[in-house]
T-cell receptor, first 113, second 110 residues
Framework: GAGVSQTPSNKVTEKGKYVELRCDPI?????LYWYRQSLGQGPEFLIY????????DSGLPNDRFFAVRPEGSVSTLKIQRTERGDSAVYLC???????????FGPGTRLTVT | RKEVEQDPGPFNVPEGATVAFNCTYS??????FFWYRQDCRKEPKLLMS???SGNEDGRFTAQLNRASQYISLLIRDSKLSDSATYLC???????????FGAGTTVTVRA
């Protein structure tokens, strides 16, 4: 079946702009996660959704970052006033529940110029 | 100190060789452990879970040493297709939150 999909695959934006990154989880997966991976590093946890609610947003670096999942399926990660340090690959993952194997999407490569 | 630390490598090995590497974790209360594989510019994929008794999956063997807080991965009879970055992953409380190491790069040459 279809895996996790993310759009866009690449996004180049100017410093100070607003961006939205989209994640389509595997159908039927109630748990959804966002991670950020900088060059030469492993993915870092940002936020976890169980259904529509953000069960844990402790990994969001500051209040410029926000994520929603209004219908318990598709999620959008929103970044306001982007900074060059936000440049990274943003990975989305989903799992059947919060304790099952996480399946990752291909990521969105964000470049802030 | 990082939660999960790995030797970044690279480990350059000829086809057919055995390669092994470790990762260490700082939280002694960590509950579950995994190895993920990540190809260049691709997403991480689960390679195998790591059990206390050690486990094997084909040419891959994973070991856990709780006393010394390290996990190892051994690849036997290396194939060109094993070239990738191997991410050590720790879960502190058997929940959703995975902590990733920075990865160990393995390159298998013909």
């Amino acid at each position: 079946g279809a895996g996790v999909s993310q759009t866009p695959s690449n996004k180049v934006t100017e410093k100070g702009k607003y961006v939205e990154l989209r994640c389509d989880p595997i159908s039927g997966h109630t748990a959804l996660y966002w991670y950020r991976q900088s060059l030469g590093q492993g993915p870092e946890f940002l936020i976890y959704f169980q259904g529509t609610g953000a069960a844990d947003d402790s990994g969001l670096p500051n209040d410029r970052f926000f994520a929603v999942r209004p219908e318990g399926s598709v999620s959008t990660l929103k970044i306001q006033r982007t900074e060059r340090g936000d440049s990274a690959v943003y990975l989305c993952a989903s799992s059947k529940t919060g304790t099952d194997e996480q399946y990752f999407g291909p990521g969105t490569r964000l470049t802030v110029t | 100190r990082k939660e999960v630390e790995q030797d970044p490598g690279p480990f350059n090995v000829p086809e057919g060789a055995t390669v092994a590497f470790n990762c260490t974790y700082s939280n002694s209360a960590s509950q579950s452990f995994f190895w993920y594989r990540q190809d260049c510019r691709k997403e991480p994929k689960l390679l195998m879970s790591v059990y206390s008794s050690g486990n094997e999956d084909g040419r891959f063997t994973a070991q856990l040493n709780r006393a010394s807080q390290y996990i190892s991965l051994l690849i036997r009879d290396s194939k060109l297709s094993d070239s990738a970055t191997y991410l050590c992953v720790v879960n502190h409380s058997n929940d959703y939150k995975l902590s990733f190491g920075a990865g160990t790069t393995v390159t298998v040459r013909a």
